[in-house]
């Protein structure tokens, strides 16, 4: 597999949007800087969306092709920095609300990428597309329920959860795993971010019942 133009064109129009929510964001943004912490989240945004990019525009792309591992490796570094920008900004004294939803809507994007890709590599049912647009669904669903748009408090649980979305579906890409594991893999994940969900709706929907 090469990377076509049809692919760049789409990596960049998906980092073109991306740039362009944040820049509209920024104003709310309360430090001076821009920061370590968010160059390395725009960093990852552009892994992101070569990711997705090839997954979705490479011509010819099956779960045996050797270009998976490259891909792979680049799905590989996206977690790592993931972890780096969430320490760089706790280090230089830069964590804010906006750096902290733009790590949270990349990390959405990234997982409903890769659900895709483990359904188009046929290493699942289009029941995996759920892990990828549970959280859409959720911001949907809180639009007509105004009880589940109070805010979460930071939760470890959550952050793991997410973490492991990404690296079992990254293990589910890997060629020589296959059905049923594969499927495996990805129940488990799905399972996971359900039991993540529901403890949040729960969390939410009793706070507000025990305020009332």
């Known amino acids: 597999m090469a990377l076509g133009t049809q692919v760049i064109l789409a990596a960049t129009a998906v980092l073109a949007v991306i740039y362009a929510v944040v820049l509209y964001a920024l104003p709310h943004h309360r430090h001076r ?3 370590a912490a968010n160059l390395v989240t725009a960093i990852r945004a552009a892994l992101v969306s070569m990711i997705g990019a090839a997954f979705f525009f490479a011509d010819g792309l099956h779960p045996a092709d ?23 900004a706790r280090e230089t004294r830069q964590v804010s609300d906006f750096g902290a ?26 029941w995996v597309l759920l892990i990828g647009v549970m959280r859409y669904l959720f911001v949907l669903t809180s639009c007509f329920a105004a009880r589940l748009r109070n805010p979460l408090p930071p939760s470890f649980r ?22 049923p594991v594969s499927d495996l893999i ?8 359900s039991y993540s969900f529901a403890v949040d709706i729960t969390s939410l929907l009793t706070r507000q019942a025990a305020q009332a």
């Open 101 to 126: 939803r733009f790590d949270m809507e990349l990390d959405a994007l990234f997982i409903l990428f890769l659900a895709a890709a483990v359904y188009l590599m046929g290493k699942a049912g289009i």
């Open 66 to 88: 050797p270009a998976m591992w490259p891909l792979l490796m680049m799905i590989a570094c996206a977690l790592i920095l993931d972890g780096v920008d969430g320490y760089l």
């Open 33 to 35: 800087r821009f920061g």
């Open 186 to 193: 990805s129940a488990t994940a799905l399972v996971l971010l």
């Open 158 to 179: 959550r952050k793991l959860v997410c973490v492991i979305q990404v690296a079992a579906l990254c293990f589910a890409l890997v060629p020589f795993v296959t059905s």
